[in-house]
Antibody
Framework: QVQLVESGGGVVQPGRSQRLSCAASGFSFSTYAMHWARQVPGKGLEWVAVISYEGNNKYYADSVKGRFTISRDNSNNTLYLQMNSLTTADTAVYYC????????????WGQGTLVTVSS | QSALTQPASVSGSPGQSITISCTGPSSDVGDFNFVSWYQQHPGKAPKLILYFLSNRPSGVSDRLSGSKSGDTASLTISGLQAEDTADYYCCSYTSSGTWVFGGGTKLTVL
């Protein structure tokens, strides 16, 4: 059974950094692309970033490009999102999701972790 | 990377059918069939309900179907049930190698 568990959320001051983690289990992590998406409470979903199965290819939404970095550790079945220069606009629930390229979709999602950027 | 356009809300009575549209630039929805749809109940994570426009993952009801015409993809839910009340999002792969979501549609089964 696919399981994705995000961690690392919390309250962070504007301008500071935060790293999110997503622990994966129940599937062959190293063979799947992985995504991060976010959702401001009460608002819609926003796609954030994707990383290829081997970690060589990464793409970002314009809103986070240059500030966020997606990475993965296939030996530990873990996905990361390093977030720098955070602003209040980055306050959201952050979800990790599995992204089989055979489906061009996000087929399994974690429960999310809330990041609140506030002074 | 502008969000795809969806109606803010739709409603229907039990047993009826509704359609949710999703319009994007030709470089996204128009050029690719890589449109997926997600259902999200309050306080829950999104759930994939359609991929490649109209393919249902295992376990998803056959009351859900998808299609596309030009730059607009559509999700149709037939035989509405109370449990269908939720938010629905479309998503498309783009020519830039990124993905983009629609703004979301709140479905209310009256």
């Amino acid at each position: 059974q696919v399981q994705l568990v995000e961690s690392g959320g919390g309250v962070v001051q504007p301008g500071r950094s935060q790293r999110l983690s997503c622990a994966a289990s129940g599937f062959s992590f190293s063979t799947y692309a992985m995504h991060w998406a976010r959702q401001v409470p009460g608002k819609g979903l926003e796609w954030v970033a994707v990383i290829s199965y081997e970690g060589n290819n990464k793409y970002y939404a314009d809103s986070v490009k240059g500030r966020f970095t997606i990475s993965r550790d296939n030996s530990n079945n873990t996905l990361y999102l390093q977030m720098n220069s955070l602003t209040t606009a980055d306050t959201a629930v952050y979800y990790c999701a599995r992204g089989p390229m055979t489906m061009y979709s996000l087929d399994s999602w974690g429960q999310g972790t809330l990041v609140t950027v506030s002074s | 990377q502008s969000a795809l356009t969806q109606p803010a809300s739709v409603s229907g009575s039990p047993g009826q059918s509704i359609t949710i549209s999703c319009t994007g630039p030709s470089s996204d929805v128009g050029d690719f069939n890589f449109v997926s749809w997600y259902q999200q109940h309050p306080g829950k994570a999104p759930k994939l309900i359609l991929y490649f426009l109209s393919n249902r993952p295992s376990g998803v009801s056959d009351r859900l179907s998808g299609s596309k015409s030009g730059d607009t993809a559509s999700l149709t839910i037939s035989g509405l049930q109370a449990e269908d009340t939720a938010d629905y999002y479309c998503c498309s792969y783009t020519s830039s190698g990124t993905w983009v979501f629609g703004g979301g549609t709140k479905l209310t089964v009256l």
